[in-house]
Structures are given as C-alpha cells and as structure tokens.
C-alpha cells in the first residue's frame, strides 16, 4: 500500500482517511448548479472565502468550527431526484471527521436527512430562527443532532428560540 496516493490520482478517489484539509487550514464545500440535473447550494453558513471552480461550480471554505448547512439535490436519467441535507461543523487540522459528498475533506456531520419531508421541516425550522433573530450558524451543535435523533426515532423536535439561545450563550460563557 502505497503512503501518499499516486500523482494522477483524483481528490475523489483517495481514501477518507487520506485526505488532508486544504492548506489553508479552510473546509471547502463545492456548490454546484447544472440545471435540471444536480444542484447543491448552502442554506446557511458565514463563508470564509470563496473561489470560482468553474463554470457551473464554486468552492465556498469555511474555518474550523464554523457550522454550515449544505442542501442538495440530484435528478438522474430516470427515477425520482433524490434530496439532502447535512448540517456540517467545519473541523480543524488534524481532528477526526466524516465524509460527504462535496465538502473536503469532511466534516463533524450534526444532522443528515435524505427524505423530503423531514428536509422541509428542517427548512421551516431553519426559517423560523432566522425569524427570532438568530443566526442559525450560532444554534448549538446539540440542538442540530436533537433534530436528527427526533427525525430518526420519528418524534417531533424542540423549536429553537431567543429563551433557548439567550441559555446556550450563558452556558458558553461559564465554560
């Protein structure tokens, strides 16, 4: 087995475990419009840098611990499209991290939902934080996974609000 992958070898095809974040130090999402066929677009995130990757693509990096919300869409030659959603932490050099389509190398996934309905309610509750003044990149990494384990175990989920935030930031404070 080889230590480094070969030369020609692309990004896509090498190993989680052997891929390494980018050398700034930045987690990079590409987002990608090719109408009609695929699309993935952020839902939320404070973007770091940005870079065009083509005609159709661009490449949005984000700083460790910087959490985003990355939504796509697939429609294939036949069948239905399929549609995601991940929550995303952005990790930094050298911590552990999961794989997903799109974003290099990976990232600590909070949630990650395939299913329409659940992706819209995410949506709403997305929209209804916004609504309160919050900035959803600023929601606790526990509220995102109290979501996922709701939507799993098919039970409803706390709504985040200004009374939930207001004690996430005096806990933060004490730690």
Not at 131 to 141: E, F, L, M, R, Y
Not at 161 to 171: K, T, V
Request: include cysteine; proline fraction near 9%.
């Amino acid at each position: 087995m080889h230590s480094s992958p070969p030369i020609d070898m692309p990004l896509r095809d090498i190993a989680p475990a052997m891929r390494q974040l980018p050398s700034s130090g930045l987690t990079d999402v590409e987002l990608t419009w090719i109408e009609g066929r695929l699309e993935r677009q952020l839902r939320f995130g404070r973007v770091a840098a940005q870079r065009s990757g083509g005609p159709q693509k661009r490449i949005a990096s984000f700083r460790p611990g910087a959490t985003f919300a990355l939504l796509g869409c697939t429609v294939p030659d036949v069948g239905r499209a399929s549609w995601n959603l991940a929550v995303v932490t952005a990790v930094a050099p050298g911590a552990p991290y999961q794989a997903h389509a799109g974003i290099a190398p990976g990232g600590d996934i909070l949630l990650l939902i395939d299913a329409i309905e659940p992706i819209r309610a995410v949506s709403r509750e997305i929209d209804m934080i916004e609504a309160s003044g919050i900035d959803p990149c600023d929601v606790p990494p526990d509220h995102w996974r109290h979501i996922a384990a709701s939507l799993a175990a098919a039970l409803p989920f706390r709504a985040y609000g200004a009374e939930r935030h207001a004690a996430w930031l005096r806990r933060r404070e004490t730690e």
